[in-house]
């Protein structure tokens, strides 16, 4: 019997500015019969694509996406397109992905991506943000007082200290045989509430950024249904590890993987991925808005809990910001760069079309990259970084905000002005609502001055 047949409602997935999955539901029938034209009724002022008059959008979904949902065979998804009148909706960050794409192989390449997402799984969350209370209590399994799990101490930990192993088991099957996700591998990471990282590859900005949207909306279900919380913040709890979606990046052409060079005596790259990581740097921190856009990822982004905070490349290094992994540096078939900044809050499709053409920039303009530092960062004098001209990402998400403001040219082939303008004007709306609000933090520091 044919599995379509006991589908009765389709979810329509949309992800707006900010990196929000969105979703309408419309009946079976009706996503057969207008499946090609699509469906209106997409109020894109209020999902912060649009002003009040100019606000009606319609959605047309990419069938090649449409899966039925394991956890209900009544209902199936489909990741769409976001249109207005007859034309892609230029904000739609999915469009902007696919441009990136379409650029990359308009410059004779293919890009392989892959991306280390990293997330939490809590036993409970509780928060509450009002003018005389702010109360924030975080639960799980692992950590005292239920778990013996010290900070900094769950990295590949096994069962049974070792409490998410089924749930990350459930979700990698779930994304592998239902959703055609391909996961490469999972593990427990280093934080010690129950900290999980799924690696997934694919190619091009567009299909993993539908994968890495897929993967938080799987992994929340699954938890939900557990009576957990999936927790995709950069930094949910102070003194642990933080939250990375570290993303891996080669360049191919006739089968071949232009990154790697087998004569290179450092870390067998070539001088193409040099200009690519070059690009990187150059624009490191205006790319800080995109792949590390909210104000919890500048709490991640600090010294000490493996977060990249120097502007700086590596062979195996992990306090760089771009590191050449190691394992397997002779290989061509998986030699690549890993850009760690980025972090699971971000727009997948806008970190990733982000990414990829600050790289492009630095092939273009032959951006020499500087020699690798080999040390751990984290132990030079800030005397010794200067005197070494290393760049340091921004602190606060206000000063990537401004450094992207002035630095925005490398994006423009695929990003329009006014894609740019309205992500930073929606941030800046982020920032105005946060900074209203005393921490707990600030209390401890300065109630007795």
Request: charged share 25%.
């Amino acid at each position: 019997m044919d599995p379509q047949s006991n589908v009765r409602w389709v979810e329509l997935h949309y992800t707006d500015v900010t990196g929000l999955l969105h979703s309408v539901f419309i009946r079976y029938s009706q996503y057969s019969k207008n499946q090609k034209i699509g469906f209106g009724k997409v109020d894109g002022s209020s999902v912060g694509f649009t002003e009040i008059h100019e606000s009606d959008l319609r959605l047309i979904p990419d069938d090649s996406t449409f899966r039925i949902l394991p956890w209900d065979s009544q209902r199936a998804r489909a990741i769409c397109d976001v249109y207005e009148a007859n034309k892609r909706l230029d904000k739609d960050p999915r469009f902007i992905a696919e441009k990136a794409d379409m650029y990359v192989s308009n410059e004779g390449f293919k890009v392989k991506l892959g991306v280390e997402m990293e997330f939490f799984l809590f036993k409970s969350m509780k928060f509450e943000v009002a003018p005389y209370k702010q109360v924030l209590s975080i639960e799980s399994d692992e950590a005292p007082p239920y778990g013996v799990i010290k900070m900094k101490g769950g990295y590949h930990i096994t069962e049974p200290l070792d409490t998410v192993t089924k749930f990350r088991l459930e979700v990698a099957n779930i994304l592998i045989n239902e959703f055609n996700v391909n996961v490469t591998s999972h593990h427990h990471e280093v934080a010690s509430a129950a900290q999980i990282e799924i690696s997934v590859t694919n190619n091009g900005a567009k299909l993993l950024g539908d994968d890495i949207q897929t993967l938080k909306y799987v992994s929340r279900i699954i938890a939900s249904n557990h009576g957990m919380i999936a927790n995709f913040m950069p930094k949910p709890i102070a003194g642990d590890n933080g939250s990375g979606m570290h993303i891996h990046v080669s360049l191919w052409s006739n089968g071949q993987n232009l990154f790697f060079d087998p004569d290179d005596r450092y870390a067998h790259i070539s001088q193409l991925a040099r200009y690519f990581i070059g690009g990187l740097i150059e624009h490191g921190r205006a790319l800080s808005a995109l792949v590390a856009p909210t104000t919890n990822s500048y709490k991640r982004l600090i010294p000490g809990f493996e977060a990249p905070v120097y502007l700086v490349w590596s062979k195996a290094n992990r306090s760089a910001a771009i590191r050449i992994p190691a394992y397997y540096n002779n290989n061509p078939l998986t030699h690549r760069i890993e850009f760690r900044p980025p972090d699971p809050s971000a727009n997948p499709y806008l970190a990733l079309a982000a990414i990829i053409m600050a790289g492009l920039d630095g092939i273009k303009k032959k951006i020499d990259p500087g020699d690798p530092i080999n040390t751990n960062v984290y132990e030079l004098s800030e005397r010794a970084i200067k005197e070494m001209k290393i760049k340091t990402l921004p602190p606060s998400l206000s000063e990537a905000l401004l450094e992207l403001e002035s630095d925005y040219e490398f994006l423009k082939p695929v990003f329009t002005e006014s894609a740019i303008q309205h992500f930073i004007e929606l941030k800046r709306k982020e920032i105005k609502f946060l900074n209203q609000y005393p921490t707990p933090a600030e209390f401890m520091y300065y109630f007795m001055l």
